[in-house]
């Protein structure tokens, strides 16, 4: 799996966008950029994914450099229920998941 | 909407006794995860099952942890006997084949 950094915590107002990065320059040609995110005391969620190009979902989009060693997460109008802890992930796609300490994004009222 | 079910929910027991925790993942999904969850740190695999079959269980206590997922459907992790250190979030999850994977609300073990 490709080493992942992000920062540990990040506040948003609620309504606006939410831009959480991820660095990933170790990532190899075959790796997606997987996003999933825990809400306090739930399991994780699924959130994206992607290999090169962008993605959008019903949930968020995902902007992944030309050079994929850095991506963006958005979610366009962040509410109070986005407040949780997001993980990017770089892996193949039948690798397991290494979690790490992910970002603590709090959506502030 | 398909879910990942797991129980007990909540878990207190003392040390030395042995707990169990029960998964049922979605229907059709054939691979099965357990993932154990430290406060404030991300989820660890400790195993992977492809239907009845373990694919990976390289961080799983085997000395003391068991699973088992015999016909391929549910799941049951073990542990026996329970020490403090395994306090903790005990998580399922299943995908179809390799795709994303669906987590249950998980187990919050408490060992006294």
């Known amino acids: 799996d490709a080493k992942t950094t992000q920062p540990t915590s990040m506040d948003c107002a609620e309504g606006r966008a939410a831009n959480l990065p991820c660095n990933h320059s170790?990532?190899?040609?075959?790796?997606?950029v997987y996003w999933y995110r825990q809400i306090h005391s739930q399991g994780p969620q699924y959130i994206i994914h992607g290999l090169k190009n962008n993605e959008t979902n019903e949930m968020a989009s995902l902007i992944i450099t030309e050079d994929r060693k850095s991506s963006t997460l958005i979610l366009p109008h962040a509410t109070l229920r986005d407040t949780a802890v997001y993980y990017c992930?770089?892996?193949?796609?039948?690798?397991?998941?290494?979690f790490g300490k992910g970002t603590r994004l709090h959506i502030l009222p | 909407e398909a879910e990942v079910a797991q129980s007990p929910r909540y878990k207190i027991t003392e040390k030395s006794q042995a707990v169990a925790f029960w998964c049922d993942p979605i229907?059709?999904?054939?691979?099965l995860y357990w993932y154990r969850q430290i406060l404030g740190q991300g989820p660890e695999l400790l195993v992977q099952?492809?239907?009845?079959?373990?694919?990976?269980d390289s961080q799983l206590p085997k000395d003391r942890f068991s699973a088992e997922r015999l016909k391929g459907v549910d799941s049951t992790l073990k542990i026996q006997p329970a020490e403090l250190g395994d306090s903790a979030m005990y998580l399922c999850?299943?995908?179809?084949?390799?795709?994303?994977?669906?987590f249950g609300p998980g187990t919050r073990l408490t060992v006294l």
């Open positions: 992930i770089g892996l193949n796609r039948d690798d397991k998941i290494i």
């Open positions: 099952f492809q239907d009845e079959s373990v694919v990976d």
């Open positions: 229907s059709g999904h054939a691979t």
């Open positions: 170790t990532i190899s040609g075959n790796e997606y």
């Open positions: 999850a299943s995908s179809f084949l390799y795709t994303e994977q669906f």
